[in-house]
């Protein structure tokens, strides 16, 4: 049974998830590169405790912190509304956890809500500014190119090469944007599961993530998209390859399960492990072909999943 938000563990596990979001956000306006990475870890907190102490403890937790954000930050712009929105992928994914929902689902489903809640907070904050998406985004970028070349002065200044760069970011953004906010799912339920672990509780649709398969039918979709860029129409270019960068996590995702699977069937030794995944961090060859794998993986079933008893 949840605990009572006058309950005094509750008070102090939602005064300590505030906390960490907070030093998240000052590690963030501190140290900009270092936030890039720590910034993945904002749902933690709301996740941990939606999940340790019940809804009324992530919702205080994420609504608190945000608020104290926009106090913070004087105000609301690009760089807050996406700090609410990891913020609220704590609570959706908690809650998708809770009812047992298997991994697919519960990625699928966050990031359906998620894509939801950006479209949302972007027309209302382009009606409320006066302005175009378009335009928001080039100035978005502009100030970030800025201070990406404040910080390595050898970045080039070539004003036609910077606008074919932002052309370039504004075609594929909607594909960046979710396979950055799908990496920072699977992080998040990768530590979860740690966590919870160590609390002696067990979620069992996340405990066997290297038993991880896409849907067959994303195999379709994965085609259709690689067709739609031999399309001349370029709205429909464009839909091809936000999709395909987008599909393409997703079988890497289904690569990398497989990779761990035969991994822990072999024993393999941590330090070969670290080593092997370090080499598919780095080296873009061996990403591609665990991409390739778990494309592959839909029709000759490396882990015979299959045939392993239900």
């Known amino acids: 049974m949840p605990l009572s938000i006058t309950h005094p563990v509750f008070i102090r596990d939602t005064l300590t998830g505030i906390i960490f979001c907070l030093l998240i956000y000052g590690v963030v306006l501190t140290f900009p590169l270092l936030g890039v990475f720590v910034l993945l870890f904002l749902p933690l907190p ?7 102490l019940g809804r009324n403890s992530g919702a205080l937790i994420a ?15 690009f760089d807050t509304l996406y700090f609410g929105l990891l913020l609220a992928t704590g609570m959706i994914l908690g809650e998708c956890l809770e009812r047992h929902m298997s991994i ?9 809500i998620a894509a939801g809640l950006v479209c949302a907070a972007i027309m209302a904050y382009t009606t409320s500014q006066g302005q175009t998406l378009s335009a928001i985004m080039t100035d978005y970028m502009n100030q970030s190119l800025s201070i990406a070349k404040q910080l390595s002065p050898e970045i080039g200044t070539d004003p036609d090469m910077t606008q074919k760069l932002i052309s370039s970011l504004m075609i594929v953004m909607p594909g960046m944007f979710m396979i950055s906010f799908m990496t920072t799912l699977w992080l998040n339920i990768l530590i979860i599961r740690k966590l919870l672990r ?13 038993l991880y398969k896409a849907p067959y039918m994303l195999v379709w979709a994965f085609i259709g998209c690689a067709m739609a860029l031999m399309i001349p129409a370029s709205p429909v270019k464009i839909v091809g390859i936000n999709g395909l960068i987008v599909l393409m996590l997703v079988y890497f995702f289904q690569g990398i399960a497989v990779v761990s699977f035969f ?36 029709w000759i079933d490396f882990r015979k999943l299959s045939a392993s008893p239900k």
Do not use: H
């Open 198 to 210: 160590l609390k002696g509780i067990t979620i069992k649709s996340i405990e066997r993530l290297n």
């Open 46 to 52: 709301v996740l941990f405790y939606r999940l340790k």
């Open 104 to 112: 697919q689902k519960a990625m699928g489903l966050t990031s359906l």
């Open 263 to 298: 991994f822990q069937q072999k024993n393999t030794p941590m330090a070969l492990r670290g080593f092997c995944y370090f080499l598919i961090a780095v080296q873009v060859y061996v990403l591609i072909l665990v991409i390739g794998l778990g494309f592959f993986d839909n």
């Open 63 to 77: 609504a608190t912190s945000f608020f104290i954000l926009v106090l913070m930050a004087k105000g609301v712009a």
